[in-house]
């Protein structure tokens, strides 16, 4: 099978920076599905690891495809049918005409949505959904969270556009960073409440509208820009959650005054230990599935490529590292 290898501490402009290889097919384990991959999604992750792993890899962390085949020990998938999912960050990427996956992380794919639009949902919408739910503790039912409030820092990223429309359909009342005439109007349409600009003081943006404080705060971008003011605008006894990760330390003990919550959501936590609950992945994505088969959630995909070639996937990771990335990119096989 085809594969792209991404060359390990490279820069995405250089040359040898991508590579198509003849790899064996792989041979699906007691909980794996076997995948016929038809398009693959870019993320933020994709960059990182190529410039951080020690070895060369095949990169890759959404999939959309066809079972061609599954292990012993799968349940409620068979042959034929169409699965969406993120991977597993300890195993290879997806970037490959065929891929395995654990079959307890993924789920049957949106039927209302093209490959495309499908394929740009899985890993951002696991990271919203377990930020919101699993960390933040709101609960996951339409307008279950009436009264209550959230501040996305990065409303118009990949998983900022997810969180806003989950916030949204939980009732909760949302309040979304973004900075461009564009970008302002990617998160109204997907349904924040409020915009407030993050190249101004946060805390100055929020009481302009008449709030002085939020609930709960999901960052998802530029954490040590923004730590200090999310002090301010966190309600006492209220919870803040982080995707990303500091370059240098940073003072916790300014959220202790308010008795605030601190967590941390990474996505692969779940796979990378094989958690006793690593299943709640797939459900979660099967009950993202059906939200957007019914309309309640839209696909974010925002710029689609055609082809397997080492030339989409360096333009891909140049895009996701400009800064200035809206929604998703993605791949047809």
Same mark, same amino acid.
């Given at each position: ?16 920076? !991508? ?57 409620? !998938? ?5 699965? +969406? +999912? ?51 503790? !709101? ?12 501040? &996305? ?41 409020? %915009? ?6 946060? +805390? ?12 709960? &705060? ?15 605008? %966190? ?18 003990? &300014? ?6 919550? &601190?967590?941390?959501?990474?996505? +692969?936590?779940?796979?990378? !230990? ?60």
């Amino acid at each position: 099978m085809k594969a792209i290898v991404a060359k390990s501490g490279s820069e995405a402009q250089d040359a040898d920076a !991508f590579t198509l290889q003849e790899q064996p097919m792989p041979e699906p384990g007691a909980q794996d599905l076997l995948v016929r991959v038809l398009a693959i999604g870019m993320n933020p992750v994709d960059t990182k690891v190529r410039q951080m792993f020690e070895n060369d890899a095949v990169l890759g962390w959404d999939a959309y495809g066809i079972v061609e085949k599954a292990g012993d020990g799968v349940t409620g !998938f068979k042959a034929g049918d169409k699965v +969406y +999912y993120a991977g597993d960050i300890t195993r290879p990427g997806c970037n490959s005409e065929y891929h395995l996956v654990d079959h307890r992380i993924a789920a049957l794919a949106p039927e209302k949505l093209s490959p495309e639009d499908a394929v740009a949902m899985p890993l951002t919408s696991i990271t919203a959904w377990e930020g919101l739910f699993d960390r933040l503790g !709101f609960v996951p039912k339409a307008g279950a969270n009436s009264g209550k409030s959230i501040l &996305i820092i990065g409303g118009a990223g990949g998983v900022g556009s997810i969180a806003i429309q989950l916030a949204q359909w939980a009732g909760l009342d949302v309040f979304a960073t973004a900075s461009r005439p564009e970008t302002e109007e990617w998160c109204r349409k997907l349904g924040a409440d409020t %915009i407030l600009n993050h190249r101004n003081n946060l +805390y100055d943006e929020l009481k302009a509208t008449g709030t002085d404080s939020v609930d709960a &705060i999901f960052c998802t971008t530029q954490m040590e820009r923004h730590w200090a003011v999310m002090a301010e605008c %966190i309600r006492p006894q209220g919870h803040i959650v982080f995707i990303d990760d500091p370059v240098d330390p940073v003072d916790i003990t &300014i959220f202790k005054f308010k008795s605030v919550t &601190i967590s941390w959501e990474f996505m +692969y936590t779940r796979s990378m !230990f094989q958690t006793d609950d690593i299943s709640a992945q797939g459900k979660l994505l099967a009950a993202v599935a059906g939200l957007l088969n019914e309309g309640t959630l839209v696909t974010t995909r925002q710029k689609t490529f055609s082809g397997l070639t080492p030339e989409n996937i360096r333009a891909m990771h140049i895009k996701q590292e400009s800064g200035t990335m809206i929604g998703k990119q993605v791949l047809v096989l």
